[in-house]
């Protein structure tokens, strides 16, 4: 009996030791798990959403029926080691229902009625178009040939407005019409709750609410639309506090705060 209590008393304690080291090796492979998605992971706001539920904001990527580019498009987004299995793995939802982060809406589909409003003020060309959503309402969309891939880094953006893209990803090649005035984008913010403002709209913004951001030699009303859009996608996400390439003018950085920068919060867009 001695011997017996003798042994418990040796293997209780070496459990224990056990039991934390497990644990411990546990955790460790669920952070390697999530580092190994290389993918932009879901906002801690959307990660408590139930599946039942609908997020509170979305991103939609609309296609015609029997429409071969989008039939193409959405190929190689679900393709092995493509952007939606990329983002799965890093705790995405993926799907044609409202719940999922990333909704596949075809247009002859009975969407539900927070979407069926969008898809009627979106023109729907031969090509899907992706849009992020949140109450209702449009908040950022994307466009093709204007340097940005649509892979899980542009998915990230779309979901969260940040770019979290690696530093020396190799940028398509642009396929519309540029000026060579200003870098072109394909994530772009709305336009004071406008997804596809035209020229003059963009303009009459750009001088009426980031007067300070804009050079004196810029000639807006000779650059191209996209040129437009990538100039005020720039300076809005700088205002917003999120990392931007653009940088103020170097004789107007004593505006705003001090030091050229808004703080995050307000949006004037």
Same mark, same amino acid.
């Given at each position: 009996?001695?011997c017996l209590?003798?042994?418990?008393a $040796?293997?209780?304690?070496?459990?224990?030791?056990?039991?934390?080291v497990?644990a411990a090796a546990?955790e460790?492979?669920k952070?390697i798990?999530?580092e190994?998605?290389?993918g932009?992971?879901?906002?801690?706001?959307?990660? #408590?959403?139930?599946?039942?539920?609908?997020?509170?904001r979305?991103v939609?990527?609309?296609m015609?029926p029997?429409?071969e580019r989008?039939e193409?498009?959405?190929? #190689?987004?679900?393709?092995?080691?493509?952007?939606f299995?990329?983002?799965?793995k890093?705790?995405?939802r993926?799907?044609?229902?409202p719940t999922?982060?990333? #909704?596949?809406?075809?247009?002859?589909?009975?969407a539900?009625?927070e979407v069926s409003?969008?898809i009627?003020?979106?023109?729907?060309?031969?090509?899907?178009? $992706? $849009?992020?959503?949140?109450? @209702?309402?449009?908040?950022?969309s994307?466009?093709?040939?204007?340097t940005?891939p649509?892979?899980e880094w542009?998915f990230?953006?779309m979901?969260?407005?940040k770019?979290?893209?690696?530093? @020396?990803?190799?940028p398509?090649?642009?396929?519309?019409?540029?000026?060579?005035?200003y870098?072109l984008?394909?994530n772009h913010?709305?336009?004071e @709750?406008?997804?596809?403002?035209?020229?003059?709209f963009?303009?009459?913004?750009?001088?009426s609410?980031h007067p300070?951001?804009?050079?004196?030699?810029w000639k807006?009303?000779?650059w191209?639309h996209h040129e437009?859009?990538?100039?005020?996608?720039?300076?809005?996400e700088?205002e917003?506090?999120?990392?931007?390439r653009?940088?103020?003018p170097?004789?107007?950085?004593?505006?705003?705060?001090g030091?050229?920068i808004?703080?995050?919060?307000r949006r004037?867009r």
């Open positions: 009996m001695r209590l003798l042994s418990f $040796v293997l209780i304690p070496n459990y224990a030791i056990f039991l934390t497990l546990q460790t492979s952070e798990a999530v190994s998605s290389n932009p992971r879901i906002p801690e706001e959307l990660q #408590q959403d139930k599946r039942s539920t609908i997020p509170v979305r939609l990527v609309i015609l029997n429409c989008c193409k498009e959405l190929q #190689q987004l679900q393709a092995v080691k493509g952007p299995e990329v983002l799965r890093s705790g995405w993926i799907g044609h229902g999922n982060h990333i #909704q596949l809406v075809t247009i002859s589909d009975h539900d009625p409003p969008i009627a003020s979106i023109k729907i060309s031969k090509e899907p178009v $992706v $849009v992020a959503v949140e109450s @209702g309402q449009l908040i950022r994307f466009k093709a040939g204007c940005t649509l892979d542009t990230g953006w979901l969260t407005g770019d979290e893209r690696p530093k @020396g990803s190799i398509e090649s642009a396929t519309v019409s540029t000026t060579q005035n870098p984008r394909g913010w709305s336009v @709750g406008i997804w596809n403002p035209t020229s003059e963009v303009i009459s913004h750009l001088r609410n300070t951001d804009l050079k004196i030699e807006l009303e000779s191209s437009l859009l990538s100039l005020h996608d720039d300076i809005h700088r917003e506090g999120f990392p931007s653009y940088q103020l170097s004789s107007r950085q004593t505006s705003r705060n030091s050229g808004r703080r995050p919060g004037s």
